[in-house]
């Protein structure tokens, strides 16, 4: 299936083999030692590999199809909405005057790219039935810190300084208790009910004085919507806190619900997921953060607005808690989700919501017979399966992620949400055909199957691809991004 020699093509090296033509060097040349702090020039020539243009492109080639991608095969991945990312958004962003831009040009020069970050602010508001946005945050995490400052510099600004307390369920989003450590809060963890939902009484026992926010995310991250979501609003508020909403997701309330309504004072976006932004292997992303009224004195400037017919970037905003990104935020991003936004409109997104529900549903409800089902209510974009059976039989969900590998499949979310054991989070997005959720499907079922018949093969899957099981952590903590010659 691969072809190993072109991997190895630093150890198929010639000497005086050479992949590249430049012209004499006709300027001085620079005296290096003198630049660099000493010790920090190297004694030897690099040894790097000598080969020729056309072997260096069939390598490089040939690992980027060692790669998963949307583009390659389906990614069902929990939490994540690997969806589809449409090529006219590429064209767009590659437009010369959106491509060249410099973010030190005068405001006079970039009305064009000013105009459509202020329209799509304007989208925004829209769609989640907030007051303002600001696009500047970078990522979704980027806009939880980024929230929890608004609301903590709001707090401050009452004299409020007792509300040092986050409340996060036991369901949520790693990120979400992070940014609220990163933002210097305390979090707490308020219970699920056994049905998978916040439970009130927990948290009508957790809220007080020192509540600075509860962070939610409606559908929470079992895939299942919040019925008393007013109430539990209801609830902070009474309290004196305030309300935030992670829609890193919104493929299950886009034009049909919004966090504004539902009693959510601040709410981020991830252009990257809903917004078809290209994401994974740490690309840039776009965070945008919506507030209600009483928190726009402080979110980030400069403020993108309009005076008369002209944009401009205003930086006159006292209370703001500065900036948190250079620039305008990751501008790229910004016109991919502009241009998703125009070309889809109101009922195409409205659309995208009503496929991307209808597919987990009917995803879920055939792969109930054959993996435990933790909560047995209709899902929205995503749902959560137990591999508690398996489990049994010596199989964990871990095996049953590498046994998809096998069968080009990106495997789902397994390591989250913390609260349902050998959890299995499935998101097929509005995007895939029921042809592409049948196969998934039919293949989740046949390692069902071997997991009762012949678990070896699951336990020591992947068999097809380059490398087996790898140290995960290792590979996230100390990875080795360099070529080291044997
Ligand atoms: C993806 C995700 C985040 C984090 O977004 P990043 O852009 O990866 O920082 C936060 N919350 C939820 C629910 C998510 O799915």
Same mark, same amino acid.
């Given at each position: 299936?691969?072809?190993?020699?072109?991997?190895?093509?630093?150890?198929?090296?010639?000497?005086?083999?050479?992949?590249?033509?430049?012209?004499?060097?006709?300027?001085? @040349?620079?005296?290096?030692?003198?630049?660099?702090?000493?010790?920090?020039?190297?004694?030897?020539?690099?040894?790097?590999?000598?080969?020729?243009?056309?072997?260096?492109?069939?390598?490089?080639?040939?690992?980027?199809?060692?790669?998963?991608?949307?583009?390659?095969?389906?990614?069902?991945?929990? $939490?994540?909405?690997?969806?589809?990312?449409?090529?006219?958004?590429?064209?767009?962003?590659?437009?010369?005057?959106?491509?060249?831009?410099?973010?030190?040009?005068?405001?006079? $020069?970039?009305?064009?790219?000013?105009?459509?970050?202020?329209?799509?602010?304007?989208?925004?508001?829209?769609?989640?039935?907030?007051?303002?946005?600001?696009?500047?945050?970078?990522?979704?995490?980027?806009?939880?810190?980024?929230?929890?400052?608004?609301?903590?510099?709001?707090?401050?600004?009452?004299?409020?300084?007792?509300?040092?307390?986050?409340?996060?369920?036991?369901?949520?989003?790693?990120?979400?208790?992070?940014?609220?450590?990163?933002?210097?809060?305390?979090?707490?963890?308020?219970? $699920?009910?056994?049905?998978?939902?916040?439970?009130?009484?927990?948290?009508?026992?957790?809220?007080?004085?020192?509540?600075?926010?509860?962070?939610?995310?409606?559908?929470?991250?079992?895939?299942?919507?919040?019925?008393?979501?007013?109430?539990?609003?209801?609830?902070?508020?009474?309290?004196?806190?305030?309300?935030?909403?992670?829609?890193?997701?919104?493929?299950?309330?886009?034009?049909?619900?919004?966090?504004?309504?539902?009693?959510?004072?601040?709410?981020?976006?991830?252009?990257?997921?809903?917004?078809?932004?290209?994401?994974?292997?740490?690309?840039?992303?776009?965070?945008?953060?919506?507030?209600?009224?009483?928190?726009?004195?402080?979110?980030?400037?400069?403020?993108?607005?309009?005076?008369?017919?002209?944009?401009?970037?205003?930086?006159?905003?006292?209370?703001?808690?500065?900036?948190?990104?250079?620039?305008?935020?990751?501008?790229?991003?910004?016109?991919?989700?502009?241009?998703?936004?125009? $070309?889809?409109?109101?009922?195409?997104?409205?659309?995208?919501?009503?496929?991307?529900?209808?597919?987990?549903?009917?995803?879920?409800?055939?792969?109930?017979?054959?993996?435990?089902?933790?909560?047995?209510?209709?899902?929205?974009?995503?749902?959560?399966?137990?591999?508690?059976?398996?489990?049994?039989?010596?199989?964990?969900?871990?095996?049953?992620?590498?046994?998809?590998?096998?069968?080009?499949?990106?495997?789902?979310?397994?390591?989250?949400?913390?609260?349902? @054991?050998?959890?299995?989070?499935?998101?097929?997005?509005?995007?895939?055909?029921?042809?592409?959720?049948?196969?998934?499907?039919?293949?989740?079922?046949?390692?069902?199957?071997?997991?009762?018949?012949?678990?070896?093969?699951?336990?020591?899957?992947?068999?097809?691809?380059?490398?087996?099981?790898?140290?995960?952590?290792?590979?996230?903590?100390?990875?080795?991004?360099?070529?080291?010659?044997?």
């Amino acid at each position: 299936m691969h072809n190993q020699d072109q991997a190895l093509i630093f150890e198929s090296s010639t000497p005086g083999r050479i992949g590249y033509s430049l012209p004499e060097m006709d300027v001085q @040349e620079l005296d290096l030692a003198s630049l660099l702090p000493e010790g920090y020039l190297r004694e030897e020539e690099a040894e790097l590999p000598e080969v020729s243009e056309l072997d260096i492109m069939r390598h490089y080639t040939a690992l980027s199809k060692r790669n998963h991608g949307l583009d390659s095969g389906f990614y069902p991945l929990g $939490s994540c909405t690997m969806k589809y990312n449409p090529k006219i958004n590429e064209n767009v962003a590659r437009y010369n005057g959106f491509a060249h831009v410099h973010p030190l040009q005068d405001e006079s $020069s970039v009305q064009g790219a000013l105009g459509l970050l202020y329209d799509l602010q304007e989208h925004l508001i829209e769609i989640t039935g907030m007051d303002e946005v600001t696009l500047q945050s970078a990522a979704g995490a980027h806009g939880e810190w980024t929230g929890l400052m608004l609301i903590r510099a709001y707090h401050e600004a009452n004299g409020d300084m007792k509300r040092t307390k986050v409340i996060v369920p036991d369901s949520a989003h790693g990120t979400n208790p992070a940014s609220a450590t990163i933002a210097g809060f305390d979090t707490i963890t308020v219970k $699920s009910t056994d049905q998978g939902l916040v439970d009130l009484e927990d948290l009508r026992r957790v809220v007080g004085e020192d509540t600075a926010a509860l962070m939610l995310t409606n559908p929470n991250t079992l895939g299942l919507f919040e019925e008393e979501i007013l109430e539990i609003a209801e609830i902070v508020h009474q309290a004196g806190g305030k309300v935030y909403y992670d829609g890193a997701n919104l493929n299950a309330v886009l034009s049909k619900a919004r966090p504004g309504d539902m009693g959510f004072d601040v709410v981020h976006l991830n252009l990257h997921k809903t917004f078809t932004g290209p994401h994974g292997g740490g690309g840039p992303g776009s965070g945008p953060v919506g507030v209600k009224a009483d928190l726009i004195p402080f979110l980030p400037k400069p403020i993108i607005s309009k005076r008369g017919e002209e944009f401009v970037l205003d930086y006159d905003r006292p209370q703001s808690i500065g900036r948190v990104k250079p620039f305008y935020g990751n501008f790229g991003i910004n016109v991919r989700a502009y241009t998703y936004i125009r $070309s889809m409109g109101p009922d195409g997104l409205k659309a995208v919501t009503e496929y991307a529900v209808l597919n987990a549903n009917y995803m879920m409800r055939r792969l109930a017979e054959h993996y435990d089902l933790p909560f047995e209510k209709h899902c929205k974009h995503e749902f959560v399966l137990s591999g508690k059976r398996q489990k049994k039989l010596g199989v964990r969900t871990l095996d049953i992620a590498k046994r998809l590998l096998d069968f080009g499949y990106h495997p789902p979310t397994i390591y989250f949400p913390l609260n349902v @054991e050998e959890c299995i989070m499935i998101e097929p997005t509005e995007t895939e055909s029921k042809e592409t959720l049948d196969s998934f499907v039919d293949i989740m079922i046949q390692i069902a199957k071997e997991a009762e018949e012949n678990p070896e093969v699951v336990q020591e899957a992947p068999h097809t691809t380059v490398v087996g099981r790898l140290d995960e952590t290792m590979a996230a903590r100390k990875p080795i991004l360099k070529f080291q010659k044997k």
